[in-house]
């Protein structure tokens, strides 16, 4: 077992039950001081011939002293000079920002924030889009000892309001007026509540001024009390059911998350061969882009921050930063794929593009192979074909992303080998992860030297994951949570039980220990049958059509496994034009009978993936698709299962007549 940090301790995981074989699987990669790729040996433990757990050793040595909040002033004696972010301007343009400038803004704005009277441990609000000032409140908030607790923009007034309560935030930084106006009539029902900022009112920037006589030693005094224990951030869950709870993470949380991913993602992170730079566009409000700025900002990688994910929008932010990495979902690299083909299909290219694609597929399957030590790699004439049709098609796509992007960190459900092999194959190498809110993002990761396509990867090393006798999947590691914020209870309330955290999803261990996700305990549908149904892989498979936007299983305690369909506007589009069918009102085109056939031939290939009790009998296309505004989909684009359920009771039921 080899480690590029001599000290760094070797989790030996947990106690195994007789009868259990432990055995070392392939190896995870990593770097050492100089650059080179290193290799760690998992663990993997085997109950009755089945994987049960698998277990990798830190490659980054536990924090023991300080806090998130010594980052900036950390990178600003070490490099004042390093460019460690860019600052979206007005006209569209970027301005760099040294480490040295930073830790000034957040020592000035940490300042500002002790002279409005806030103390150690009081817990400040933030609701906007991604932008610098989110990243640069985090930090100061940190450096003032605060605890920040991010709430989304597209929050009702309830919501927003039971957040701000619950947590007990004595301050809320909006990005927007009409944000702050929003709240204002629920003030009289939040007595903590004593400062309402607003971002595009400059009162940051007023902060930082107002701050001046706080002597800068009080700030430093306040970093002095903090530690790896101390509280950190309070990120409410978007609540697929019931009401959201406060996952309460320490700043050692975020630490052995970033410090750990850093090393493992040592391309991201630690490229040689140009400048690596991050756009994040995906909400700060949630624990996956919060983690990934951290670490940005702990590895010195320039970052960036695109506030809309609207294609005429961020298009023109890609084409201006060119990042080296994006960090995504796979709805969006979904619809890169589908509209880049709708393009060519609309210029008479779709032959070529189509195999393109398989050239594509092929090829990032042969890579994985020669990885993996099951082949050879690219043959001569696939290597030949790759480099024909670059500059025909995979080109465009790598320039839709800004032209530079090489790596992609792609979470929040699985994207399907067929769309990773094919982004592989046309230079872009996706790195796929699992994680909750409560493990401060990423509990299991792709690792660089040994991809395993249509997987979550291993444990993210530091990282012990676990298969329950239900298939429910464990985690433990120092980056899992505190505990839940409980008020009530006087503050944090465990969320483990025996160092393990039950995430209620369920997924299944390969002999290698790659972990793949089958669903989530709560949203199994048991038909009428007794047949147990995992919706997830045929919803994830189904979404990849261009003509589909989202899809939900039904049939709980019903005769057979059914469907609702949303249509995707632009795949919709294109596919009338491609057909010559004149545009008509959407109730009229639920029931198109060439409509219908193109999506039961799509339900017909999903099929083959199951059982026939598994199977999807029939099917239904709703007028609208589901939207977060709606109540359908969480900010982080799951769907809200019991929602939907009530609003479209009438079509489920039509699902069953006979």
């Known amino acids: 077992m080899t480690t590029p940090y001599p000290n760094a ?15 070392s699987g392939a190896p995870v990669s990593g770097i050492d001081y100089d650059g080179r790729p290193v290799l760690v040996e998992p663990r993997i433990r085997r109950l009755d011939g089945a994987v049960r757990e698998v277990s990798v050793p830190p490659l980054a040595a536990p924090v023991t002293h300080g806090s998130l909040a010594d980052l900036p002033f950390d990178n600003a004696e070490a490099d004042p000079g390093a460019i460690v972010l860019s600052r979206r ?20 704005v940490a300042r500002g924030l002790i002279a409005e009277g806030l103390r150690p441990g009081d817990r400040i609000a933030v609701m906007a889009r991604t932008r610098y000032e989110w990243t640069l409140l985090d930090f100061a908030a940190w450096a003032a000892g605060l605890v ?39 003030l009289q029902h939040l007595p903590d509540l004593g400062h309402v900022w607003v971002m595009d009112q400059g009162h940051v920037e007023q902060l930082a001024d107002g701050g001046a006589q706080v002597p800068d030693g009080e700030v430093a005094v306040r970093r002095g009390m903090m530690g790896p224990a101390t509280l950190a951030t309070l990120i409410y869950t978007s609540g697929t059911t019931g009401r959201p709870k406060g996952c309460a993470l320490s700043r050692g949380n975020f630490l052995a998350e ?42 010195r990688v320039r970052l960036g921050h695109a506030p809309s994910l609207a294609p005429q929008d961020l298009l023109p932010d890609l084409a201006a930063f060119r990042p080296t990495c994006l960090l995504t979902i796979p709805y969006m690299l979904e619809k890169i794929y589908n509209s880049a083909r709708a393009t060519a299909e609309a210029g008479g290219r779709a032959t070529v593009f189509d195999r393109a694609a398989g050239v594509a597929q092929r090829y990032g399957e042969a890579v994985e192979a020669r990885q993996t030590g099951t082949g050879p790699g690219p043959g001569r004439a696939l290597k030949t074909a790759r480099s024909f049709y670059d500059p025909l ?46 493990t401060t993002g990423a509990s299991t990761v792709t690792p660089p030297l040994k991809p395993r396509l249509g997987t979550v990867g291993w444990p993210l090393p530091g990282t012990r994951v676990r298969i329950a006798a239900d298939g429910e999947i464990l985690l433990a590691g120092d980056h899992v949570l505190r505990g839940y914020w409980d008020p009530q209870a006087g503050g944090v309330v465990p969320a483990t039980q025996d160092g393990w955290l039950a995430t209620g999803d369920l ?51 019903r005769p057979y496994v059914a469907a609702l369909l949303t249509l995707d506007p632009d795949g919709l589009t294109h596919w009338r034009q ?81």
Request: glycine share 10%; aromatic share 6%.
């Open 148 to 186: 920040t607790v991010p709430v989304y923009p597209t929050s009702s007034v309830f919501q927003t309001r039971w957040i701000l309560h619950d947590s007990g935030a004595v301050a809320l930084v909006t990005e927007t007026t009409a944000d702050a106006s929003a709240i204002g009539p629920e």
């Open 578 to 658: 491609m057909i010559g069918k004149h545009p008509v009102p959407p109730e009229l085109l639920l029931d198109d009978p060439e409509l219908r056939a193109v999506l039961q031939r799509a339900l017909d290939e999903a099929n083959k993936m199951v059982s026939r009790p598994e199977s999807i009998r029939r099917f239904a296309v709703l007028p609208g698709d589901f939207t977060e505004a709606l109540g359908h989909l969480t900010p982080s684009m799951k769907l809200r299962r019991e929602q939907i359920m009530r609003d479209f009771a009438r079509e489920v039921e039509g699902l069953y007549e006979r």
């Open 89 to 108: 301007l007005p006209d569209g343009g970027w301005t760099d920002v040294t480490a040295a400038s930073f830790a000034e803004q957040v020592l000035a």
């Open 507 to 557: 997924g299944e261990l390969d002999d290698e220990g790659y972990l793949t996700i089958t669903g989530r305990k709560k949203e199994l549908l048991i038909t009428a049958g007794g047949k147990s149904v995992a919706p997830a892989p045929l919803e994830n498979w189904l979404r990849q059509h261009p003509l589909i936007s989202q899809v939900m299983l039904v049939g709980d305690g």
């Open 258 to 299: 970033v410090d750990n991913a850093i090393e493992l993602l040592y391309p991201v992170f630690k490229a040689r061969d140009e400048e690596p730079s991050v756009l994040l566009f995906l909400p700060m409000s949630h624990v996956f882009g919060r983690m990934v700025a951290v670490a940005c900002v702990r590895a």
């Open 9 to 23: 301790p070797v989790s030996s995981g947990a106690s195994v039950s007789s009868g259990a074989a432990v055995s």
């Open 393 to 438: 098609v995979y080109r465009r796509i790598r320039s839709a992303m800004g032209g530079r992007v090489r790596h992609v960190i792609c979470g929040g459900s699985p994207l399907g080998r067929r769309l990773a092999a094919f982004y592989a194959g046309a230079g872009v190498q996706i790195f796929e992860g699992y994680g909750l809110t409560e």
